[in-house]
């Protein structure tokens, strides 16, 4: 039972460059979350997706998409990436009323 | 809106004295309050959470937080910590009626280190 997944692990880019952040989730869970962790920040919602084909914006989705096709992945793109982009994106997956299955993490860096 | 404010930023304590992490939430609907864990290079765990009934909520590794309604507050205690406890450590508000996690607010986080 491998919880949430997340690749790559680590990813550099060069500003102007596209990228997307996978997901996978084996638990079927509906929902399912992208928050980026910046220091002295906590965490701030980027997406989120209440079920296949729902998704909706958080507190901070400017220069990031997303789309369900599925309820396991929910793949987040940056189209066109900035230096402001620089952080550690976590995905996570619940049920209603469930606590939130946290990833490990991807560490991005944008030079 | 909903919004968290953990006043300490950074909680240095020795081994075995007890410990609180402080929390403050604004909330225009029912309040629905959650603490998480996470060691470092890690991803977050869930210690606690307080839904309704009573005030006073335990969690993993003998944590426990207190609900006070009048004061908005929601504090982390443990009574005596270990080294092992050095991590940091987020409150986070729902913000769905009925308490879903599917959007949390996250507070911007206490990283707490336990010294020998």
């Known amino acids: 039972n491998a919880g949430v997944t997340q690749t790559p692990k680590f990813q550099v880019l060069k500003t102007g460059q596209s990228m997307t952040l996978q997901c996978a989730q084996d638990m079927n869970h509906e929902y399912m979350s992208w928050y980026r962790q910046d220091p002295g920040m906590g965490l701030r919602l980027i997406h989120y997706s209440v079920g296949a084909g729902i998704t909706d914006q958080g507190e901070v989705p400017n220069g990031y998409n997303v789309s369900r096709s599925t309820t396991e992945d929910f ?16 995905c996570a997956s619940s049920r209603r009323d469930s606590p939130l299955h946290f990833g490990n993490g991807t560490r991005l860096t944008v030079t | ?51 309704s009934g009573s005030t006073l909520v335990k969690g993993i590794n003998g944590f426990e937080a207190e609900f006070n309604k009048s004061q908005t507050s929601f504090h982390l205690r443990k009574p005596s910590v270990h080294i092992s406890d050095t991590a940091e450590y987020f409150c986070a508000v729902s913000d769905r009626a009925g308490g879903g996690s599917e959007k949390l607010v996250f507070g911007k986080g206490t990283k707490l280190t336990v010294n020998p």
């Open chain 1, 75 to 90: 793949p987040l793109r940056l189209l066109s990436a900035a230096p402001s982009q620089t952080s550690v994106y976590f």
């Open chain 2, 1 to 51: 809106a909903q919004s968290v404010t953990q006043l300490d930023s950074q909680v240095p304590v020795f081994e075995e004295a007890p410990v609180e992490l402080r929390c403050n939430y604004s909330s225009s609907v029912s309040v629905y309050l959650f603490w998480y864990v996470q060691y470092p290079n890690q991803g977050l765990q869930l210690l606690l959470k307080y839904l």
